[in-house]
């Protein structure tokens, strides 16, 4: 999967350059017309890019029907709004409500006298609530550099792990928080800001959903959700 990493920052560094080029003159004249704003709204749209951090169980050396779990990557897309409070000339407090759809896979392998090796896929519509700060960089010619930082809450609100066949799937928990880190820039235009950016979050707890009678989840001791995340925030 790194080459889709190398792909999506290929298409994020072109973004950006095309969108360089489309805010025009030199100085801060578009910036100005944002400078005294406390705060303001907008839109964001996104890729995501996600998978699993597994850690196997006491029992998995026990069991002889898999020999090997190991989660793949999924991808996904977000949808959200954007709340934008100024606490600083460098420093923004940040809210993002977003629906995020996202796949997430865990593949078993087996003895091949047993059944061929097989994937089972984890979809999940999630609804998220990221709460950011944002550090900006002084603005230079319409353009300002940041770094964000915060945490999420997400709850699966289509609550798909409980609703399938429990003989078939690990059981996920459909609440998670997570920590994110990104950085990206800010492109002030005349009627709105575009801001393309990278982001990495991890889970800070298990979502594994223990259940000693399915053999796919008893050999798992831990799942630690992680994604990586390109997106285009539209804001004025």
Known sequence: MLHLHRD????????????SELSGQRGNYNYLDFENKPYYFGIVLAYNNADYQISPS??????????????LKGQGFNLGGIINLKIGQYVDFRLQP?????ERKIFYETPQDIRPGYTRSIQAVLFEMPFHLRYKSAPYNDK??????????????ANDSRSRDASELVKISPSDFMFEVGAGVQIYFPYFIFSPEIKYSHGLGNILVADPRLPQSNIIDRLV????TISFHFEG
């Open 8 to 19: 999506a920052l290929i298409l994020f560094g072109l973004l950006f350059l095309f969108a």
């Open 58 to 71: 006491r029992n998995f050396p026990l069991n002889d029907s898999i020999r090997l779990v190991e989660s």
């Open 98 to 102: 977003t629906l995020s759809f996202t």
């Open 144 to 157: 300002r550099f940041f770094l964000v930082s915060g945490v999420k809450y997400g709850i699966d609100v």
């Open 225 to 228: 959700s992680r994604s990586f």
